[in-house]
């Protein structure tokens, strides 16, 4: 079969006769409305005329002109712990994010700290994290003709691993588990586990932590990269409207080489990547900027992360999830979930303790507090507050 070429010059694609042989479409007559084809509204009158469909085979056929060579390429349904049929419509990496997207995990992003607890408005939860996430590695892998839906879906569920109150977590969950805790593999292994998704997602979203191992493909070097511009970037410009730090307390480096405002920030940083990746034939970034990120990343520990204020937020948090570990491990019969069963676990045993951490981790913020409150008996006085 004849792959379909592209002019970079005129960014179209050519496609051979085998590949743009339409199935059978039969014509519409718009003056007539069948229950068979009803559209969204009723007046609804402009044509829509496909000379082919762009079905799972044919995005597969498309990729091979223009993604780049080392760029991970959709193939079937994917290489799945559990085989699968390939979807007619979409890609397997397409099929990754939409269930990423459609997970319960997900949607209880909303209601988990990113940097501050209870945020307002206007500040990031864990959920809006993923989504800028999302859009910074989709800005740096489309000029890098990457896979665009791997990226998506590995952005997308990067931090689905996290548990309530930030990164505090990790350290009190680590405590009940011999291996310790980890919200990257924990999400990829544990918690997306049931998604059955294909195994460079599951890489991508295990070892997005600079601190993992190192990515199996360039789809998951991006979206490392991004998670920590993205962060980096909006928990200083939530610091900043919170009144914690000014943006004249920036340092000198940052101002200088990235500029004072979120989106020339990110544009910097953005640029760097797909700029020095193209140069170099492998995703990085220059020298000058990484430093700049690196500078700004621990300003940001020293002015916002470990501030005093955020270390005692931290303690009372990490006292809670423990609290709840102990009280779910020797009670696993009211571990209340929609796909497991625990009544039959012994109380204080390892698979109790595991069932408690993985059903604690899960936790929104304020789910945590309700159960403190109306299980543990704790008071208000005793649990997290908000930054005001």
Known sequence: MTTPRVDFDTDKVFFPPETTAPPTIAPVDLGVRTKQAQPAHSDYQLPLHLTYLHDRESKERAEAALLAKDATHSRGAGRRP??????????????????ILHSAAFRRLAGKTQVFIFPDDHMRTRLTHALEVAQVALSIAAPLRLNLALVEAAALGHDVGHGPFGHTSEEALSLFLEEGYDHAPWGAYVVLAKSNLCAETTDAIANHSWSRPAPSTPEGEVVAFADRIAYVCHDFEDAVKAGIVTVESLPETVRKRCGSRHAEQLGTFITSVVETSSRNGQVSMDGDTAEALSVFRSFNYERIYLRPASKKQAQTARRLIGALVEYFAD?????????TIQADLEAGSPEAVRAAVTYVA???????????????????????????
Do not use: N
């Open 82 to 99: 559990l085989p699968e049929e390939p979807d007619p419509l979409r890609t397997c990496f397409e099929r990754d994010r939409d269930r």
């Open 331 to 339: 009670r696993p019969y009211k571990i209340v979930s929609s796909d």
């Open 362 to 388: 899960g936790m929104t913020d304020r789910f945590a507090c309700r159960v403190a409150l109306g299980q543990l008996g704790w008071e208000q006085s005793e649990l997290p507050t908000g930054i005001a």
